[in-house]
């Protein structure tokens, strides 16, 4: 039994910063790849980062690559996404996505992943 909980969406201006937080309860096994998604209105939801256990790999979509940065802290069972000159078309609920041992490349997609939380909005407006 996974649950996982985000925090730390919010209503941010162009240019500003946000760091979500996503926390987590489980076996380590169910843990091993976590990920961020987020789903615009209207749109499907879409991959933006991903990272192992032990941080030794990371992705990133092309769209969020050199602005966000996803991180974890394994004692503390958290997943954060700090999210740096963020920009309007950034607004969406982000998900956090928990889920087996997979290699990177098969975890840029929902189908991906065993368990979720229920989404943290954030909001870049003026």
């Known amino acids: 039994q996974v649950q996982l909980v985000e925090s730390g969406g919010g209503l941010v201006q162009p240019g500003g910063s946000l760091r979500l937080s996503c926390a987590a309860s489980?076996?380590?096994?169910?843990?091993?790849?976590m990920g961020w998604f987020r789903q615009a209105p209207g749109k499907e939801r879409e991959f933006v980062a991903a990272i192992t256990w032990s941080s030794d790999r990371t992705d990133y979509a092309d769209s969020v690559k050199g602005r966000f940065t996803i991180s974890r802290d394994n004692p503390k069972n958290t997943v954060y996404l700090q999210m740096n000159s963020l920009k309007p078309e950034d607004t969406a609920v982000y998900y956090c996505?928990?889920?087996?041992?997979?290699?990177?490349?098969?975890?840029?997609?929902?189908?991906?992943?065993?368990?979720w939380g229920p989404g943290t909005q954030v909001t870049v407006s003026s």
């Open positions: 489980g076996s380590i096994f169910s843990l091993v790849v």
């Open positions: 996505a928990a889920g087996p041992p997979r290699p990177l490349s098969a975890m840029l997609s929902p189908r991906g992943y065993d368990s």
